[in-house]
């Protein structure tokens, strides 16, 4: 079974920037990505990358973070920038036993415990 386990989630001001990890007990051949859940909301995808890099982003986070993938170490990262208030929440990283991937939260099997992400205005 295929373990996550995330870091680096903080307070930080709005305009600021923040870097999540993820450390996967392996991550090859997997589709992997970042979740949000704000309180009192529906866990929503943030990101999510191929294997072969290929990746793809909700339209509210496109251009402001990146997400990444080192195969060598099994790690994941969401470099986020430009932080707003409204991407406050707790963040989760996600896997998928397939190489293809999508944004939809039930195509995933495979979470972490979350990382919580506090952004103040």
């Known amino acids: 079974q295929v373990q996550l386990v995330e870091s680096g989630g903080d307070s930080v001001q709005a305009g600021g920037s923040l870097q999540l990890s993820c450390a996967a007990s392996r991550t090859s051949n997997l589709c992997m990505g970042w979740f949000r859940q704000a309180p009192g909301k529906e866990r929503e995808g943030v990101a999510t990358i191929r294997s072969d890099g290929t990746s793809m982003y909700a339209a509210s986070v496109k251009g402001r973070f990146a997400i990444s993938r080192d195969s060598a170490k099994d790690t994941l990262n969401l470099q986020m920038n430009s932080l707003r208030p409204e991407d406050s929440g707790m963040y989760y990283c996600?896997?998928?036993?397939?190489?293809?991937?999508?944004?939809?939260?039930?195509?995933?099997?495979?979470w972490g415990q979350g990382t919580q992400v506090t952004v103040s205005s």
């Open positions: 996600a896997a998928r036993r397939y190489i293809l991937c999508t944004l939809s939260q039930t195509d995933f099997a495979i």
